[in-house]
């Protein structure tokens, strides 16, 4: 059996340093929940397709289960957790609570921060962005009309809210 | 996943010393969109030694300039879709690089490891052999060129050798007349593997005469090319359905000689002819 190096890296979750001893053939999603117990990024597939665990790397939307652990090194993670400041809840947490943009949850996380990628890119996105911007993440429950809403509820175009 | 001895390089130089000392048991790791998946199957047969490539700063981003582009390999699919050099010079690599994956999978994604991974699905590579691209294999002992079609073996190998890491991809940008195309057929939209793809390339003098043709076609034949018998029957004639059509029936005749009969052939029969067809429509609008 080959003897695994351990490694010593630093990184920083939620505006918060890290200095973190890993196996090198741990995962993102390994790190989150099972070392810092973070476990509101979610484990689905474990394949890249449905999109639970996705979290933002340097702002950017990725699935934490295909980026290997040593791969976070100086690099900025944010994950559901980072979401709210403080009791403060993120604009999306709010539209997507107001807008029952949550069913079952499982999806939630991952649908809030390919949301978030989308909305620091473009405040003001057309219904076809906001589509494709969680293209990557799979709700079961199906509940995409009120996540879309959510999502739009939030941007700076906000949509009359249906009485 | 099984453990395995994990190194990251610092830069090009460094990735090449470790990739000499460890050839062969060695993997080159980057976006990790496919090797992640791979390493974790029950039956995978993980590297003993992985090098990490993805902070190689140096490997990364696109040059225009001289009337070329120069890739690097760990450009992201999502940097290459929104790329204003791509979009101008090469726009049916910015389609096919907007229609992989999802966008978590494009954010990490990069073209290099599309290209080496080498899946007879792969999306970049039926563009990139229609901008006739050439890539650059680098090792401790040499540096060599070859066009993009003569890396490729079949699906999943390539004449790369285990010491040997892709260092560039470059291509010549399109001429303004030229118009190009690519079409990807896949189950659903988002997170599709594609079943086929065709990349297109068609240019016309002012008379309206083709003066030059590329018909890429993915995941039809077990070696990508340009299908230059297609492409032949366009060139100095003018754009027409009954051509086109002739071009896409020439594919799929071709794929079938070159693949034999599959429980897949009686649907990709009449779809790999469509689908060029309406690839070099595209080209004519």
Redesign the interface.
């Known amino acids: 059996?080959?003897q695994?190096?351990t490694?010593t890296i630093t990184t920083t979750i939620n505006r918060r340093n890290y200095t973190l001893c890993i196996?090198?053939?741990?995962?993102l999603l390994d790190i989150l929940r099972e070392e810092l117990g973070l476990s509101g990024t979610k484990r689905g597939c474990?394949?890249?397709?449905c999109?639970a665990c996705?979290v933002l790397?340097n702002g950017?939307?990725?699935?934490a289960?295909?980026?290997?652990a040593?791969?976070i090194?100086g690099q900025e993670i944010l994950t559901v957790e980072g979401l709210a400041v403080g009791e403060q809840l993120h604009s999306l947490q709010e539209a997507f609570l107001e807008h029952e943009a949550v069913h079952c949850g499982f999806c939630t996380p991952g649908m809030l921060l390919?949301a978030k990628?989308l909305l620091d890119e473009n405040p003001n996105p057309p219904e076809t962005d906001i589509r494709?911007?969680i293209?990557?993440?799979l709700c079961r429950c199906t509940g995409y009309v009120q996540i879309v809403e959510a999502i739009q509820a939030a941007s700076a175009n906000k949509p009359e809210r249906k009485p | 996943?099984?453990?395995?001895?994990?190194m990251?390089a610092t830069n090009l130089h460094e990735a090449i010393g470790l990739l000499a000392h460890h050839t062969p048991n060695v993997c080159l790791?980057a976006?990790?969109?496919d090797l992640?998946?791979e390493?974790?199957r029950p039956s995978a047969c993980t590297p003993?030694n992985?090098i990490?490539i993805?902070?190689l700063t140096e490997m990364k981003g696109i040059e225009s300039g001289n009337g070329r582009i120069v890739l690097k390999p760990l450009t992201t699919h999502?940097q290459i879709l929104k790329s204003q050099a791509i979009i101008e010079s090469a726009p049916l690599l910015s389609v096919a690089a907007t229609v992989i994956?999802?966008?978590?999978?494009r954010?990490?994604g990069t073209v290099g490891g599309n290209i080496m991974n080498a899946a007879a699905c792969a999306d970049t590579v039926p563009p990139l052999i229609a901008l006739n691209a050439e890539v650059v294999l680098q090792s401790e002992s040499e540096r060599r060129t070859l066009p993009l079609h003569e890396l490729f073996l079949k699906p999943y190998e390539t004449v790369a050798r285990p010491d040997e890491i892709l260092c560039e991809i470059r291509f010549e940008k399109l001429p303004v007349k030229a118009r190009s195309s690519f079409i990807k057929l896949g189950r659903r939209?988002?997170?599709s593997i594609s079943r086929l793809s065709v990349a297109a390339v068609v240019a016309r003098d002012e008379a309206g005469v083709i003066t030059n043709a590329r018909i890429v076609p993915g995941a039809t034949f077990p070696r990508w090319r340009r299908v230059v018998e297609a492409e032949k029957l366009l060139v100095g004639e003018k754009a027409s359905a009954e051509l086109f059509r002739a071009a896409g029936d020439t594919v799929s005749e071709l794929m079938i000689a070159e693949t034999g009969h599959r429980w897949s052939t009686e649907y990709k029969e009449p779809v790999i002819a469509v689908l060029v067809q309406r690839a070099l429509e595209q080209c004519c609008r």
């Open positions: 059996m080959l695994m190096n490694l196996n090198p053939n741990q995962t474990e394949i890249g397709e999109g996705t790397m950017r939307a990725v699935n289960c295909l980026v290997l040593p791969q090194e390919s990628e494709f911007a293209s990557g993440n | 996943m099984k453990p395995f001895n994990y990251r790791l976006g990790g969109t992640l998946i390493w974790r003993e992985v990490d993805s902070a999502a994956g999802s966008p978590q999978i954010n990490r939209n988002a997170l």
